[in-house]
C-alpha cells in the first residue's frame, strides 16, 4: 500500500510541475518593446537640446516623427497583445490534475491484471534455467533428494539420467530408492541390472544376473532382461545358450521393435545364424501331408514372396539373410549371390544395416 500511494504522489508532483505555469497570471511587459525605444529617442533629443548640440525647431520636428511613430508602436502592441483567460486555464489545470490520474486508473482495470499476486525474486531465481547444462539439472535434482529422500517420482527421474551420464554407481542407488518408494516392477528391476552391468564395465555379474532373473519373474517377455540373461550366458561361454534366448526374442519380437537390430547382431555374433521364417500350425502340418513335389512347391512360393518383397523394401536385413540362406539350400548358388548383390546395393547407405548384413553373409560362405 505504501508502494502505491509514493506512485500517486510523484505522478501528482509531475502533473503539477507541467501545469504550474498554467494557472499563473501573465506578467506585464516592462522593456523591450518598441513603444520603449521611442521613448528613449525622445529623451536623448532633449538631451541633445539641452547640450546645444540640435536647434530648436530640429528638435521640434523629430519629437513630431518619434511622437507619431510611438503612438503607431502603442497601436500595433494593443491589437496583438493576447487576452488572458486566467480563469479557464485554472480549470483546465485542475481537471488534468483529476482527469488524468482517474484515466490512467480505468485503463488499468480494464486493460491490466491488478489481480494478478507478487512474484517474488527469490521464487523467480529457484526457477529452472532451461538453458544451463544437464550436469548442474541433474545437481538441483539431488540436492532435491538430499532433503527429499523419500521422493520416489524423483529417483524414478533421476536414475535413468545418472546412466546416462555414465555414473552407475549413483545410479544403483537411484534404482534401488525408485524400487522402495515406487514398487517394483520389471523394468525396474531390468534397469537396476543394466546399471549394475555398467559398474562391472559390461560384464554381467551375478548380482545383476539376480535383478534381470527377478525382472523375468514379473514379465517373462522383458526385453532388456532377456538380452542381458543372453549376454551373461555369451560371457559365460555357452553360445548356443545365447543364441536360443536371442533367437526366441526375435521369434516374438514385432517388426518395428527398437531392439532388433542389436539383438541380431549379437545373435550373429555368436554364430546364431539367421532366424528362420516362422511357419503357423496348419502349414506346418500342411507340410507334413505333402509330397515331395508339393512339399518343394511351397518353399519355392515362399521364397518367391520373399524376394518379391524384399525388391519392395530392401531395408529388412534379416529378410536378405532369409533369402540367400533359402538359395543355397536350394542350391541355386547363382541366385544367392545376385541376391547378395541386391542386398548390398539395398542398404548400401545405411552403414549399421551393411554391418549386420556382411556379417550373416559370413556365417553362410558368402563374404566375398
Known amino acids: 500500500m505504501t508502494l502505491w500511494f509514493v506512485f500517486a504522489l510523484m505522478t501528482v508532483a509531475a502533473i503539477f510541475a507541467v501545469l504550474w505555469p498554467l494557472g499563473r497570471a501573465t506578467p506585464a511587459t516592462s522593456g523591450g518593446s518598441e513603444a520603449n525605444v521611442y521613448k528613449d529617442q525622445l529623451a536623448e533629443i532633449e538631451r541633445d537640446l539641452a547640450s546645444g548640440l540640435i536647434g530648436a525647431s530640429e528638435a521640434e520636428a523629430a519629437r513630431v516623427e ?35 490520474p482517474v484515466m490512467a486508473a480505468a485503463f488499468y482495470l480494464v486493460l491490466g491484471s491488478p489481480q494478478l499476486g507478487d512474484f517474488p525474486l527469490a521464487a523467480r531465481s529457484r526457477m529452472a534455467d532451461v538453458n544451463q547444462p544437464l550436469a548442474n539439472l541433474v545437481a538441483q ?44 516392477s520389471s523394468e525396474r528391476r531390468a534397469d537396476l541390472g543394466e546399471a549394475l552391468t555398467g559398474v562391472a ?47 526366441g526374442m526375435l521369434a516374438k519380437a514385432p517388426a518395428d521393435a527398437p531392439w532388433r537390430s542389436l539383438v541380431q547382431a549379437s545373435l550373429t555374433r555368436v554364430g546364431g545364424g539367421v532366424v528362420a521364417p516362422a511357419l503357423s500350425d496348419e502349414t506346418m502340418a500342411a507340410a507334413k501331408d505333402m509330397g515331395a513335389d508339393d512339399r518343394s512347391a ?8 520373399l524376394a518379391t518383397r524384399l525388391k519392395q523394401d530392401g531395408n529388412d536385413v534379416e529378410g536378405w539373410l532369409r533369402l540367400v540362406r533359402a538359395y543355397m539350400v536350394m542350391g541355386e548358388r547363382d541366385k544367392a549371390v545376385a541376391a547378395l548383390t541386391d542386398a548390398r546395393q539395398a542398404v548400401a547407405n545405411d552403414a549399421e544395416r551393411l554391418r549386420q548384413l556382411n556379417e550373416g553373409l559370413k556365417n553362410l560362405g558368402l563374404d566375398g
Open 66 to 100: 518619434i511622437g507619431r511613430r510611438l503612438l503607431a508602436a502603442a497601436d500595433s502592441e494593443a491589437a496583438v497583445a493576447p487576452k488572458a483567460n486566467l480563469p479557464l486555464r485554472r480549470s483546465a489545470a485542475v481537471a488534468a490534475l483529476v482527469g488524468l
Open 201 to 247: 564395465g559390461g560384464v554381467v555379474t551375478a548380482e545383476a544376473k539376480a535383478e534381470f532373473e527377478r525382472a523375468l519373474a514379473q514379465n517373462a517377455d522383458d526385453p532388456k532382461a532377456n538380452y542381458f540373461l543372453g549376454l551373461a550366458a555369451e560371457q559365460d561361454g555357452r553360445k548356443a545358450d545365447a543364441a536360443s534366448i536371442w533367437r
Open 141 to 184: 535434482v539431488e540436492a532435491h533428494l538430499e532433503k527429499n529422500p523419500t521422493d520416489g517420482r524423483g529417483w524414478n527421474v533421476l536414475a535413468p539420467v545418472l546412466s546416462r551420464l555414465g555414473r552407475y554407481d549413483d545410479a544403483v542407488r537411484a534404482y534401488r530408492n525408485s524400487i522402495t518408494y515406487n514398487g517394483d
Open 298 to 305: 511351397m518353399i519355392r512360393g515362399m521364397v518367391d514372396r
